[in-house]
Nanobody, 127 residues
Framework: QVQLVESGGGSVQAGGSLRLSCVAS????????MGWFRQGPGKEREGVAA???????SYADSVKGRFTISQDNAKNTLYLQMNSLNPEDTAMYYC?????????????????????WGQGTQVTVSS
């Protein structure tokens, strides 16, 4: 069973930065897909970024150039570095994982393809 625990959310002013962390028990597996999703008030869940076990990444257009997904296998941790935050980034952020998804599908960032989810961490950006 995969366990995911997020941390690092909080409140920040527009233009600021935050780094989210997700301690994940997937890194003992040879193949996996990890992703960050968010859901703002009254909005659908959005796939923000994904990374496969080869280290290939993909991003939503809304965060390209501002957010960076990375992982530290030795620390069993996935990160999301978020820079130049704006109020539209306000949302609950979730870490997600799957062990059987094909890499090309992983990078599509579709929430229905991920079977394991963390509890979420809130990010609030004020103007």
């Amino acid at each position: 069973q995969v366990q995911l625990v997020e941390s690092g959310g909080g409140s920040v002013q527009a233009g600021g930065s935050l780094r989210l962390s997700c301690v994940a028990s997937v890194y003992t597996y040879s193949s996996y897909c990890m992703g960050w999703f968010r859901q703002g008030p009254g909005k659908e869940r959005e796939g923000v970024a994904a990374i496969d076990s080869f280290g290939t990444t993909s991003y939503a257009d809304s965060v390209k150039g501002r957010f960076t997904i990375s992982q530290d296998n030795a620390k069993n941790t996935l990160y999301l570095q978020m820079n130049s935050l704006n109020p539209e980034d306000t949302a609950m952020y979730y870490c997600a994982a799957d062990l059987s998804i094909a890499p090309w599908l992983c990078l599509q960032r579709r929430s229905t393809d991920f079977n394991f989810w963390g509890q979420g961490t809130q990010v609030t950006v004020s103007s």
